[in-house]
């Protein structure tokens, strides 16, 4: 079993930054951040793999969100910059051993979530 816990979620203005933490009782070779708000159905945000290869769901959250890990702390991070309104939302880690690793995979396929963390970006 692996257990995950998410941190850094806040209140922010329009353009500033929050840095996510998710640690782990482990770190499974596929870790994701997804998002969601109420009413919609999670989203992936970034993933990354053991060795690397981030992935993000678009040119935008590319432009503004970095993905990272360190595997010695069971630690995945989500770096946010000029954050918007509509990256409001709450933020879940999941993670997975096997399998695709990109944003592409669906949530049903992680083995192991977070809690999640609220994030709201005030304009």
């Known amino acids: 079993l692996v257990q995950l816990q998410e941190s850094g979620g806040a209140t922010v203005q329009a353009g500033g930054s929050l840095r996510l933490t998710c640690l782990g009782s482990?770190?499974?070779?596929?870790m994701a951040w997804l998002r969601q708000i109420p009413g919609r159905e999670r989203g992936a945000v970034a993933t990354?793999?053991?060795?690397?290869?981030?992935?993000y769901s678009s040119d935008d959250i590319k432009g503004r969100f970095t993905i990272s890990r360190d595997n010695d702390r069971n630690s995945m991070y989500l770096q946010m910059n000029s954050l918007k309104p509509e990256d409001s939302a709450m933020y879940f880690c999941?993670?997975?051993?096997?399998?695709?690793?990109?944003?592409?995979?669906?949530?049903?396929?992680?083995?192991?979530w977070g809690k999640g963390t609220q994030v709201t970006v005030a304009s």
């Open positions: 482990h770190a499974p070779h596929c």
């Open positions: 990354i793999h053991t060795s690397g290869g981030p992935t």
């Open positions: 999941a993670a997975k051993w096997f399998g695709p690793c990109s944003v592409k995979t669906n949530k049903d396929g992680y083995q192991y």
